[in-house]
């Protein structure tokens, strides 16, 4: 299928969004660290708290996004959900202490997660479902030039005045705005939420054919926290701080020019050889971001971490949205985001005092040592059972 079949102006807008949201959020993840560090005084403990909040944050809000995105127009919901987005951007300019900042990271990933998922279900509709990996692996390349330059433009604005950081993720979140009010509205939501009512309680919220690709998932977002949280920390301690945004720069170069392919590779010959292959590329990067001392090396690991997590996301999130019916694509996202969440959450809050106390490179071993066991787990819990 050509990308002109692909495209659709929903589809556009639902990518424009992705964009937006992901430079406001990269913007931020690459300089709080810094910004909570120097200018409030936080440990590396409370630079993990920080981000494994905003982490819990979304991961709460996920299955309620879940289940309202399923049940009424998509349009509607991305607009109320915009409204209590804008605000915590706000708020960051009246931060002096890390205690009020872990409070708004809590908040903000709240809403974070509640429009992340809501974007992520309504462009899963755009799409038709026998090439899902080819338009999830397009619009994931929207996300990673916001990986790109949202932590170079962050942490270039970092060397004059960490409100000038604030500023641009307002900006850039302030934008998001306009790529949702011009969708178009959705002609099936009646008859969806008719559907998704006459389930349990329970199934409203958590859609069972997720979970095992959730877990999947949520062992490479441990793993990834590493990397998300700390990397900046670590180029620090290594006296090699200004290689940080060139690491961000080329591990999200990788990605941007490997989705695309990655996604039609997904299409024709399916998730088992995508997936393990990914894992491992992950591991290797991240065994060698601990062996690294210099920056030039920092900065090609970044090639190997982009190459591995960037093929996974993509995949992951395409193959979640296949195994359920068009009218479940909501509840599963937001199944599939729980656990990725949820992991990458207790990976920045464990990772952190393990760092402080067995230095940055043994935690890094860790993280690659858990993706090694994600590719048995890959086997047990999903491809065994879908052998092609």
């Known amino acids: ?179 949702i009010v011009f969708l178009q509205k959705s002609s099936h939501a009646e008859t969806t939420r008719k559907k998704n009512t006459a389930l349990s309680r329970w199934q409203q919220y958590i859609e069972p054919a997720a979970i095992p690709i959730g877990i999947i998932a949520g062992l490479t977002s441990f793993s990834f926290s590493s990397i998300s949280t700390f990397i900046t920390l670590y180029a620090a301690e290594l006296g090699q701080l200004s290689y940080a945004p060139y690491f961000y720069m080329f591990m999200a170069v990788t990605v941007l020019l490997s989705r695309p392919n990655v996604g039609k590779a997904f299409d024709v010959h399916g998730p088992n050889l995508i997936i393990q292959t990914a894992l491992v590329i992950f591991a290797l990067g991240l065994w060698l971001v601990s062996m690294t001392t210099t920056g030039v090396v920092l900065v090609l690991t970044g090639i190997l971490v982009g190459l591995g997590n960037g093929s996974l996301f993509s995949s992951l999130q395409a193959l979640v949205v296949t195994v359920v019916p068009a009218s479940r694509t909501g509840v599963a996202t937001s199944t599939y985001f729980l656990c990725f969440d949820g992991c990458a959450a207790l990976g920045a809050i464990v990772l952190g005092p393990l760092a402080a106390v067995y230095g940055f490179p043994v935690m890094y071993r860790i993280a690659a040592g858990i993706l090694l066991f994600d590719c048995f787990l890959y086997y047990v819990l999903y491809q065994k059972h879908h052998m092609l």
């Open 1 to 179: 299928m050509s990308v002109k079949g692909i495209i659709s102006k929903n589809y556009m807008l639902c990518c424009a969004n992705n964009y937006f949201q992901f430079m406001a959020h990269f913007i931020l993840m690459a300089t709080l660290p810094i910004i909570s560090t120097t200018i409030m005084g936080a440990s590396k403990e409370q630079v993990g708290l920080i981000n494994g909040m905003y982490l819990f944050g979304a991961l709460l809000s996920r299955p309620i996004m879940g289940r309202l995105i399923d049940q009424y127009d998509k349009k509607t919901v991305l607009l109320y959900t915009f409204a209590l987005f804008i605000i915590p951007f706000i708020l960051y300019f009246m931060m002096t202490s890390v205690s009020l900042l872990i409070l708004l990271r809590l908040l903000h990933g709240l809403v974070f997660g509640a429009l992340s998922t809501a974007t992520m279900a309504s462009v899963a509709d755009t799409l038709p479902r026998e090439h899902m990996g080819e338009g999830i692996g397009y619009f994931a390349v929207f996300m990673t030039l916001g990986m790109i330059l949202g932590p170079l433009l962050g942490l270039s604005l970092l060397e004059y005045n960490y409100y000038y950081v604030y500023m641009s993720s307002l900006v850039f979140a302030a934008l998001v705005f306009f790529a």
